[in-house]
């Protein structure tokens, strides 16, 4: 009956993620205990997987065949219901890669299921990520990214060859997200060069640190370019021409007409009749003069709209050079820190 | 006080930004019509004259002086005289189409009892008009007040009118035609006795060039 029970459970593994174990191309590099585990695996003999495994473990081998060996055994012994030990090899495939993922596409739920009970018996800190970064000193901060599998005490800090500095610290475990400013206590920006941001995870007597090394470099702020104009907004002429009138010719019959009603009224007829010679040429060359500039094309005459207008924009556009100048002189006293993650460092315990 | 006067106009005048000040000059010739007491002492004469102008924001100043040669003209009078004209004028622009003006007019001939000596002070206003291209013209009325004349009496209507005409060809160069029609209701008291009506009647043309600066 048990035999029965076992082989059930057998066929259920190779049903749901048993056939999905992994293969790895690189398997002709490794030992041959290795890959004669990897082929009772893929052979569906889980005992004898797990046990060439195990053997496989005192040979010498590389970092990456340990964590496979370790995994390999992970999934042998899920296979044979060996949860304990699964979960003790999946440790060790955890501590020796802290960022080792299993794809819950090609393996069972229960082998997933078993790895992550492994990874809440661990303090590692995974996935330590550090984006590109660029930003004013002062002005922003790089993300780091980063996962701590056990309830621990985290204190982050960038460290390069004479400094260290405390860039945030938090107590729990789950994802986080901190943020790194670039910038000395006193307020300035860090010294150019290679910095290595480690994260640090304690919980009682176990200490897990993670660490990526970053370039930080400095660059000259952009400065704003000064306007020739307002953006949407163009002067007007200032000038206009009005429309041809007769109002020249009128204005000068007008008061030419005014002067001789005038001086006829105030004429003493006691001294004759009035004098006409003057009051003929003065009023001759009034006439004269506002027919000819009646038939000439009217003078331009300064559109005072417009000019206010035009006054207005430019009292506008100097407004924001002044703006712009002000910004340009804080600007080129600022730095510009470029923050670009180095290839990873492994982690340490 | 008048000389108080001018040093404080010559002296603002002088502090006045450059761009605000203008000053010109100009020769014009005059031809006048004079008539006095009656119909039958009536003069006519041409001379050369000159004019000065200067201007600072809204107030202007232009004087004028001629030397004319009035001849009789279709009267009783049978010889003529030499007299010299002064005008003055100091306008403030208070609209752009209205100045209000002050000032004197004095006319001196070398005969005196060929015509009269008189002087008076004008108070007055201007209605102005641009009808382009650098040209205006104008319509000025004046109360000539404080009439005296060299054989005494006295004007108590006495009054001025006048029609201007100017065409700035360039900003330097303007030429000018101008009229003034005066009339002053002269009266007197020939040995202290009733009063008679002396009336005096000036009127002037004037054509000129001015050269600004």
């Known amino acids: 009956m048990r035999s029965m029970t076992g082989r059930r459970l057998v066929l259920l593994m190779v049903c749901c993620g048993g056939a999905l174990a992994p293969r790895q191309g690189a398997a002709q590099a490794r030992g041959n205990t290795l890959r004669q585990a990897q082929d009772a695996y893929d052979a569906l003999d889980f005992s004898r997987a797990a046990v060439l495994a195990r053997r496989a473990l005192t040979e010498r081998l590389s970092a990456a065949d340990q964590t496979h060996a370790y995994e390999l055994l992970g999934f042998s012994y899920s296979a044979i219901d ?83 500095l405390a860039v945030d610290s938090a107590v729990g475990t789950g994802q986080y997200t901190m943020r790194w400013p670039a910038q000395l206590p006193a307020g300035g920006p860090v010294s150019a060069g290679t910095w290595l941001l480690i994260v640090d995870a304690t919980a009682a007597q176990t200490t897990f640190s993670a660490s990526q090394a970053v370039s930080v ?44 009603v005038g001086a006829y009224t105030l004429n003493n007829s006691a001294l004759g009749s009035p004098p006409t010679r003057e009051l003929t040429v003065a009023a001759s060359a009034a006439l004269l003069t506002g027919l000819i500039m009646t038939l000439r094309k009217p003078a331009p005459r300064p559109a005072e709209a417009n000019i206010r207008y035009n006054r207005l924009l430019h009292e506008q556009l100097s407004r924001r050079n002044a703006e712009i100048a002000t910004e340009n002189a804080r600007r080129r006293q600022q730095v510009m820190l470029a923050i670009v993650p180095l290839p990873r460092e492994t982690a340490t315990r | 006080m008048s000389r108080v006067c001018l040093v404080v106009l010559v002296a603002g005048v002088w502090a006045a930004p450059a761009g605000a000040q203008h000053a010109s000059v100009g020769a014009a010739f005059v031809f006048a019509d004079y008539r006095e007491v009656s119909q039958d ?36 009078a049978t010889s003529g005289f030499q007299a010299v004209q002064l005008d003055g004028w100091l306008r403030w622009k208070a609209a752009d189409y209205l100045s209000f003006e002050a000032g004197l007019t004095h006319q001196a001939p070398d005969n005196e009892f060929a015509a009269q000596s008189f002087g008076a002070v004008r108070i007055g206003a201007l209605t102005q008009y641009p009808l382009g291209h650098g040209a205006t013209i104008a319509l000025r009325g004046d109360y000539l007040g404080g009439a005296h004349f060299s054989g005494g009496g006295e004007a108590p209507l006495a009054l001025e009118l006048g029609l201007i005409v100017n065409w700035a060809f360039s900003s330097h160069v303007t030429a000018l035609v101008d009229y003034a029609f005066q009339r002053l209701d002269r009266t007197t008291h020939p040995g202290g006795g009733a009063e008679t009506a002396a009336p005096l009647e000036q009127s002037r043309g004037r054509m000129g060039l001015v050269i600004g600066f």
């Not at chain 1, 078993?114 to 930003?135: C, E, I, P, T, W």
């Not at chain 1, 704003?224 to 007007?236: D, N, Q, R």
């Open chain 1, 217 to 260: 470099s400095y660059g000259t702020v952009d400065t704003l370019p000064h306007l020739t104009s307002l953006p949407g907004y163009k002067e007007l002429p200032e000038i206009e021409y009005p429309p041809p009138s007769w109002r020249p010719l009128g204005l000068s019959f007008l008061l030419a007409s005014g002067a001789a």
């Open chain 1, 82 to 164: 060996s949860q304990v030990k699964a979960v003790d090899a999946f440790k060790q495939t955890i501590l020796l890669d802290p960022d080792h993922q299993l794809d819950p596409n090609k393996v069972s739920p229960k082998i997933t299921s078993l790895f992550y009970s492994a990874l809440g018996q661990v303090l590692v800190v995974r996935q330590l990520r550090v984006d590109s970064a660029r930003f004013v000193s002062g002005q922003g901060a790089v993300p780091i990214r980063f996962t701590v599998t056990s309830p621990a005490r985290i204190r982050v800090r960038a460290v390069n060859a004479n400094t260290s």
């Open chain 2, 41 to 76: 002492l009536r003069y006519q004469g041409v001379g050369p004259g000159v004019i000065a102008r200067l201007s600072f924001h809204s107030i202007s100043f232009e004087g004028g002086a001629a030397w004319l040669d009035m001849s009789p003209h279709g009267g009783l």
